[in-house]
């Protein structure tokens, strides 16, 4: 890429070309110390013999073996030798076959004025005095209403139900 020995272009020149600092090109790594050198022969023997283990394991393991690690410094050294514990992932984004698929009703559809398009969402926040307090969201499609259908009926029974709260 760059070439020391180039007849009419120096190397500031070339490293400009590449778009690279020139003191980029200088430098030379200083590599993993002895001590790290170490830790990564043990990692890798007992990798082999544990390959489930991931970086909280292996520095576990290492610390009974006497080595002041931490978990990051583990880490580094397993992704910088290519390790990466073997485990069944979760399938949390595979559907089950038997789940019924439904339709996007809205697809192709213009939403061209005010309260054309209407949903509504409920969530719940933590517990506060053994009771649960909802808070209720209606956005039109158009633009948003605060007067969301289901926070009518709330406001319509006088807020009588216990675990809907009033949000305001």
């Not at 073997?86 to 939403?111: D, F, K, M, N, V």
């Not at 307090?133 to 007067?147: F, I, T």
Request: hydrophobic fraction near 30%.
């Amino acid at each position: 890429m760059i070439e020391p020995q180039h007849s009419r272009l120096p190397i500031t020149r070339q490293c400009e070309l590449v778009s690279i600092a020139r003191s980029s090109y200088y430098y030379t790594g200083k590599g993993e110390s002895a001590v790290n050198l170490d830790l990564m022969r043990v990692i890798d023997e007992q990798f082999m013999d544990t390959p489930w283990y991931g970086s909280r394991q292996m520095a576990r393991h290492l610390r009974r073996q006497g080595y002041g690690v931490g978990r990051k410094r583990v880490r580094r050294l397993m992704r910088k030798m290519g390790l990466a514990a073997i485990y069944q992932a979760p399938r949390t984004s595979q559907p089950h076959p038997e789940h019924r698929i439904y339709p996007y009703l809205l697809r192709g559809a213009t939403i061209e004025r005010p309260n054309q398009v209407w949903c509504a969402d409920i969530s719940f926040s933590a517990p506060i005095k053994h009771a649960w307090n909802a808070l209720d969201k209606g956005k039109g499609g158009y633009e948003s209403d605060d007067r969301s259908p289901l926070r009518e009926s709330v406001s319509r029974s006088g807020g009588d139900l216990p675990h809907v709260g009033r949000v305001t």
